[in-house]
């Protein structure tokens, strides 16, 4: 008899703590280098309470007015009731609780995707069902899953060596932590009612590329990842991106100069995996200017974007059936743009590649006020110093 009943309180007592064990708050004691950065990350302010820029989208999408929040499965994914509403076909709004406000898409949400389904209007993340386990990569580790905590003593018990986490187990098996496939649930794809896809990563997999997703936008950085184990460095995860960090990812950017009879090119290099921007509300620049006599001359400033449309003309995402004009710079592509201008001898020529995170024409149309949001960031500049 006795034995029964304490079966059933650890019962309890375990469906209890794994309610609790998706918030982020609580990863923050034992992983606080790595929760400050995602506190500050787009990931965690997705919603439309923390995404101000999100918020302005969803006002005006007629979804709003049928009350289904269908943003949730990729901005919010933390919001677990909110998704059981969706599912149900009952009215599903989001609500100021703590995963719209704290967590959009948390630890666990990114930590327990266990393989993405692949699908014609969005993909799926498929979530493990095994208590407590979260994925991760490690060299080395490529075969091990359900690790979990040890503590071993060496030396008559005087030294006592302690692996894995007292919280969590770790599953170190799962490829796909690897090589940047799970990040492809939110970030690949999605189709609007018209079957057309507002916005696509559309990454080239090279198996020659040393790079992925999770390398480039999760660099190595100082910290430890854990206060356990003192490790020097963990991966980033502000995120490096448009909101956060862009110069971070300069480094995937070249700008060249060469000289023509009418004057001159730049070439701006675009070394990662998929189009410079991704999403249609960007607008990228390049803008270039001589210094000449100690006089700074602007010249023209190229843009560059994706504009999505019906009938040759711009519209909203969900009304878009085609794309108007698509003149961002694609994958790997090398772009070459010529400014009539003929330079001379001690000029300097300054080229700026940056973006408009919200176009300014956009930006106008959705009331996004803030300079934030519509003023240009700087992803890569150079100086060329012209000798003859
Ligand atoms: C009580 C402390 C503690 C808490 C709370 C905790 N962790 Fe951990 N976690 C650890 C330790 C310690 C390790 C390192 C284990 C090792 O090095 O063998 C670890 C490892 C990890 C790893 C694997 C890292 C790797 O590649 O080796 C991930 C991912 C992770 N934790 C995520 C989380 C998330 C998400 C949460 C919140 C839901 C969380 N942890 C809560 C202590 C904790
Ligand atoms: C299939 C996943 C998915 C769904 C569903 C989804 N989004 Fe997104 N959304 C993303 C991803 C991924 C990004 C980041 C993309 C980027 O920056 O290129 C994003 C970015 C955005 C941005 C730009 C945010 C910024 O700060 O610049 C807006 C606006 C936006 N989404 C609106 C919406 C609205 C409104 C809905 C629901 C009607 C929605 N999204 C549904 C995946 C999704
Ligand atoms: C070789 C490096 C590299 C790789 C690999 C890479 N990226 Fe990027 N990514 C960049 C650069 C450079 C930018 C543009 C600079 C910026 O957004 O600040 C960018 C931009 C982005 C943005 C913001 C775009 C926007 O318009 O808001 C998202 C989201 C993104 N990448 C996701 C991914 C995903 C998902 C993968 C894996 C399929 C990936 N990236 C692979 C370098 C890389
Ligand atoms: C957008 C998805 C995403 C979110 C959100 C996220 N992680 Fe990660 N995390 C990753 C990926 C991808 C890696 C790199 C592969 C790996 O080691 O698992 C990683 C790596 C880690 C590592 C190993 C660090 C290292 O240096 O290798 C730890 C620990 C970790 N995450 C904890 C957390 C905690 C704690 C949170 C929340 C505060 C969090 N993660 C939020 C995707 C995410
Ligand atoms: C559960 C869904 C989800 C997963 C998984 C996910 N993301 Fe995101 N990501 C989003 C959403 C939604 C946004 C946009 C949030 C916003 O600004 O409103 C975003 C934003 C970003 C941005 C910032 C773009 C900007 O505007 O600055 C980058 C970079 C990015 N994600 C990279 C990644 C990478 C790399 C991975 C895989 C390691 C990943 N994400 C996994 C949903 C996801």
Redesign the pocket.
């Known amino acids: 008899m006795r034995r029964v009943i304490l079966i059933v309180m650890f019962g309890l007592l375990a469906t209890n703590a794994s309610a609790n064990f998706g918030e982020s708050k609580v990863c923050q004691k034992c992983h606080p280098v790595i929760y400050d950065e995602f506190y500050d990350s787009s990931h965690r302010k997705s919603s439309i309470y923390t995404d101000p820029i999100h918020k302005a989208v969803w006002d005006k999408h007629p979804l709003k007015e049928k009350e289904k929040y269908s943003c949730a499965k990729c901005h919010t994914p933390a919001d677990i009731e909110l998704l059981k509403k969706l599912e149900a076909g009952e009215s599903a709004l989001p609500q100021q609780n703590n995963a719209q406000l704290e967590e959009g898409v948390s630890c666990v949400s990114c930590h327990t995707i266990e393989r993405i389904e692949e699908h014609a209007k969005a993909n799926k993340n498929i979530f493990t069902d095994k208590e407590k386990t979260l994925f991760s990569a490690r060299e080395g580790k490529e075969g091990e899953h359900d690790v979990a905590f040890e503590r071993k003593s060496s030396f008559f018990g005087m030294v006592t060596e302690k692996s894995g986490s007292p919280y969590h187990k770790i599953d170190f098996s799962n490829s796909d932590f690897y090589d940047?496939k799970m990040?492809?649930g939110c970030?690949s794809h999605k189709e609007n009612a018209h079957q057309f896809a507002v916005c696509e990563?559309d990454?080239k997999?090279d198996s020659k590329?040393e790079?992925?997703?999770i390398?480039?936008?999760m660099p190595l950085v100082k910290g430890a990842m854990n206060t356990v184990h003192e490790t020097p460095t963990h991966r980033y995860h502000g995120f490096?991106?448009?909101a956060d960090k862009?110069k971070m990812?300069?480094e995937?950017?070249t700008l060249d100069l060469s000289r023509n009879d009418s004057g001159f090119i730049v070439n701006v290099k675009?070394?990662?995996?998929?189009p410079?921007?991704?999403?249609p509300?960007?607008l990228a620049q390049l803008q270039v200017s001589v210094i000449r006599d100690g006089k700074e001359h602007d010249l023209v400033s190229v843009s560059f974007s994706k504009v999505i449309g019906k009938d040759g003309k711009a519209t909203m995402p969900w009304l878009a059936d085609s794309i108007i004009k698509d003149t961002q710079i694609q994958a790997k592509e090398s772009r070459a743009v010529s400014f009539t201008y003929l330079l001379k001898h001690a000029d300097v020529v300054e080229a700026k590649m940056g973006?408009y995170?919200v176009s300014p024409k956009a930006a106008t149309g959705l009331g996004l006020t803030d300079k934030g949001y519509s003023s240009f960031t700087i992803?890569k500049k150079e100086r060329f110093q012209i000798e003859k």
């Open positions: 940047g990040c492809m970030h990563t990454a997999h590329d790079k992925n997703c390398s480039c936008h490096t991106g448009v862009p990812l300069g995937y950017v675009n070394e990662s995996n998929h410079l921007f991704l999403h509300l960007r973006f995170r992803l």
